[in-house]
């Protein structure tokens, strides 16, 4: 072959494969190197391998591929904010279902009022006998404008234990009285002793009072108590020995106090162990120091119920003011009954040594008004009552403008209606003394015996005649 064929042959076979070698680095992609000792990755065979068709003639160079630029990465994205989470929804109770064709419900009652005692219960001491007392508290209550007066008061006679322990007869329309209405309050004086206002020393008072201390009396308190439940009056108050700390009475504490608290305790524990007892005992001394200071005559919180106080408007020229704040006096009552825990009572008083004193009336009034005592009842004859007694007209408008109308249940005090008279009771004060039967000669035997027996003692004198 011509040298310069050879030669132009060989210049093109050197121009193909250098052809040929930029193909194989295209064909690699950016990167890629052939013969740089990293594998390419496998490439999934075709079904069909088509054979390249060999190029014919010149082949242009290939232009140089320019990498395509970097993308630039995203901005990072702002982190959303915590949601709150929404508070849990109660749930409701499941209903029940209503019963088929449910009736509507009555509407509730409105609730009782509570009892509100603008004054607590109050009556007035009018007459010992059963029939003209309780007459006369009707009286007395229609003269107030119809004022309920709950309380009756009365006092066993203390001339003889058969009194003491309640003569048949002489409870019997006390007991009426009190079962007629719900709210009432019968309250009873019982003495301690027999002859109870006739004098009697205080040698054989401090002989007596040991005697009871020791029992001996106890028979008559239990008759009494038994006669009392039986007349269907088994909540009685007792008044037992009264005005202990003065001299007035038989059964008086000072000439031995520790055994009149024994004898006291020694009562109240027999009455209190007859089946269907209620009874409330009352410590009812007088108001000051008297004889003895009265403190030292409590028998103690287990045997007394209620501490009471007779406060009549005395001694002369003492104000009301002083009758407080006195040793002894209505302040250390209410402090005293406080600290025992104890309600108060006033069982008597009224006007006295002062005459008619308006001013102790309307004070003694207030002072109960604020105190609240369990009950109180006025001494309602001269020298100390309002009603039948004449002496005293100040003091009975007075008594008469506060209480007219009143009812326990009333805060508040009723504006009575001056321009009436009041009425008077029609009946006379002392009871009218019964004419001696034919043949009988009355026996004088004094003014106390008489009272207390309801009458003159007639002696007959036409014996020796009988069954002649």
Known sequence: MAPHKRRARSGRLAFLAAAVAASAVLAAGPGHAVGAGVADPPVPAPDTVTQPTP????????????????????????????????????LEPPVAPEPPNPEPPEPPEPPEAPRLPAFGAFGAYVDYDGTRGTARIAELSRWLGDADLEVGHTYLPGDRWTNIEGLPGFLDVWADWRRAEEDRLFVLNVPMLERNEEGVS??????????????????????????????????????????????????????????????????????????????????????????IPWPQCYPGDDTVDIIGMDAYDQPRGLSFDEQVTEPYGLQAHVDFAKAHGKPISYPEWGLFRNGDNPEYMRRMLAWMDEHKPLYNTLTDYCPHGV????????????YRQILTGRKDTEPTVPTPDPTPEPPKPTDPVTPPVPLPPPNCSPLELGDWVEYWMGGKLCLRFDWWSRNR
């Open 55 to 90: 190029p014919t003639g010149i082949v242009a160079p290939v232009a140089p591929v320019t990498p395509e630029p970097p993308v630039a990465p995203e901005p990072p994205v702002a982190p959303k904010p915590p949601v709150t989470p929404e508070p849990p929804v109660a």
């Open 202 to 291: 205080d040698w054989q008072v401090r002989v007596q009072l040991r005697r009871g201390a020791a029992g001996l009396f106890d028979h008559h308190f239990r008759a009494l108590a038994e006669r009392l439940v039986e007349q269907n009056i088994p909540d009685t108050v007792i008044v037992l020995g009264w005005e202990m700390n003065g001299i007035t009475y038989t059964h008086r504490c000072g000439p031995d106090p520790e055994a009149w608290k024994r004898y006291w305790n020694r009562i109240v524990t027999t009455m209190r162990a007859v089946p269907g007892q209620k009874f409330r005992f009352d410590f009812n001394p007088t108001r000051g120091k008297d004889a």
């Open 387 to 398: 009603w039948q007694c004449g002496s005293n007209p100040k003091a009975s408008e007075v």
